[in-house]
């Protein structure tokens, strides 16, 4: 388990063990720890001081992706410096989804640092949080300015971008349950919506 100490100065991120002891993961100081996420084999990704940073497990930092930020009406007059990137997640391959609340859209890193956007909200919805599945498909935690949560399934497929009804895709209980994960948004949950994105084969 890992957790972020940002109590010093020197923030870290804290590799704690089954026994409850607890040591830096890596020496470096790193700034504004904001959301993290790790991988089985120990790969930390966490949103901190310019971007995307990785922390391998022999304690390497390096920077993935910088400047993932974005500013779009209305979140960019509404919505606090530190909350315009918010929940990260990792697929098998070590691809990077980060939700882009400020952007209302949710943006692929692959390890190699090529940034990608792969899914976007409409006006009244942002993205908080982001969770890849086995088949590809992305479930994604979006919130509006009235605290309402949702979640969307995205799916791809080679054909026109369109968003359907899905009730019951996501039962509103889970949602309820994400939103506790994800709490920035509230506890006002709504049934899922399932959205089909043609741009063609994942990376």
């Excluded at 918010?86 to 691809?95: C, F, L, Q, R």
């Excluded at 882009?100 to 949080?129: C, D, F, H, L, M």
């Excluded at 948004?185 to 919506?193: D, T, V």
């Amino acid at each position: 388990m890992y957790e972020a100490n940002r109590t010093t100065p020197c923030q870290q991120v804290m590799r704690i063990r089954a026994d409850g002891s607890r040591s830096p993961l890596s020496k470096e100081c790193l700034q504004n720890i904001r959301w993290m996420t790790a991988t089985a084999n120990g790969t930390v990704y966490l949103i901190g001081g310019d971007g995307l940073k990785k922390i391998s497990p022999a304690g390497q930092v390096t920077t993935v992706a910088a400047q993932l930020q974005q500013r779009r009406f209305p979140q960019a007059y509404v919505t606090a410096e530190l909350h315009y990137v918010m929940g990260i997640s990792v697929d098998a391959n070590e691809n990077v989804y980060v939700a882009v609340y400020g952007g209302r859209q949710v943006k692929k890193v692959t390890p190699n640092g090529r940034v990608t956007v792969v899914a976007e909200t409409s006006i009244n919805w942002s993205p908080t949080g982001v969770l890849p599945a086995p088949n590809g498909d992305l479930w994604v935690l979006e919130c509006s300015p009235m605290n309402a949560v949702r979640i969307e399934r995205i799916t791809r497929r080679v054909s026109a971008l369109f968003i359907e009804p899905a009730a019951g895709v996501f039962p509103s209980g889970a949602a309820c349950f994400l939103a506790g994960i994800f709490p920035a948004c509230g506890f006002r949950c709504q049934s899922g919506r399932q959205r089909h994105f043609g741009n063609g084969v994942p990376d």
